[in-house]
């Protein structure tokens, strides 16, 4: 089992910066893919940005030039730096971890969310 723990999340101002960082621990084998995901207030949940284990990242059209997904292999840690924060951005956010605990198997795990509250 792969667990998750978010830390980071808290109240800022509008176009302040919070950074998320996401620890993954346990059976792991291999991180295939770790990424950040927020559900806002009346919104569903959504894919803010991921980062592959080669360094490749994909980023929401909302985020992207705002912030910056980066990774520590070593660690198995994820961090999210998130600068000029808007009132939109306010939400849960959600570590997502797509791993091998083992050789031949994979899951999709997720932390149990932190919360950011962007103040306008």
């Known amino acids: 089992q792969v667990h998750l723990e978010e830390s980071g999340g808290g109240l800022v101002q509008a176009g302040g910066s919070l950074r998320l960082s996401c620890a993954a621990s346990g059976s792991i084998f291999s991180i295939n893919v770790m990424g950040w995901y927020r559900q806002g207030p009346g919104n569903q949940r959504e894919l803010v940005a991921s980062?592959?284990?080669?360094?490749?990242?994909n980023y929401a059209d909302a985020v992207k030039g705002r912030f910056t997904i980066s990774r520590d292999n070593a660690k198995n840690t994820v961090s999210l730096q998130m600068n000029s924060l808007k009132p939109e951005d306010t939400g849960v956010y959600y570590c997502n971890c797509n791993a091998n605990t083992r050789a031949t198997y994979v899951g999709n795990f997720w932390g149990k969310g932190t919360l950011v509250t962007v103040s306008s």
């Open positions: 980062i592959h284990s080669t360094g490749s990242t």
